[in-house]
């Protein structure tokens, strides 16, 4: 599996705090990323650039908003 790395305390306490249905949707799109599976298309995109190589963006849609997980 790939390892989930945050950019440092503050971003791993930020996605710790999400609401508890997009907390619980974004633990579940990383496991199925981790095990190289895929999510419905427009939820994710790989990022491109020599300093985004390799960062993966989730998009969550709930409620009104649109929570994004790198």
């Known amino acids: 599996m790939k390892e989930?790395?945050?950019?440092n305390r503050a971003a791993e306490k930020a996605f710790d705090a999400l609401p508890?249905?997009?907390?619980?949707?974004?633990?579940?799109?990383l496991s199925v990323l981790q095990k190289g599976g895929s999510l419905p298309r427009g939820e994710y995109e790989a990022l491109r650039g020599r300093t985004l190589a390799g960062v993966t963006e989730i998009k969550l849609p709930w409620n009104t908003d649109e929570y994004r997980v790198y």
């Open 4 to 7: 989930v790395a945050f950019v």
């Open 20 to 29: 508890p249905e997009v907390l619980e949707r974004a633990e579940t799109a």
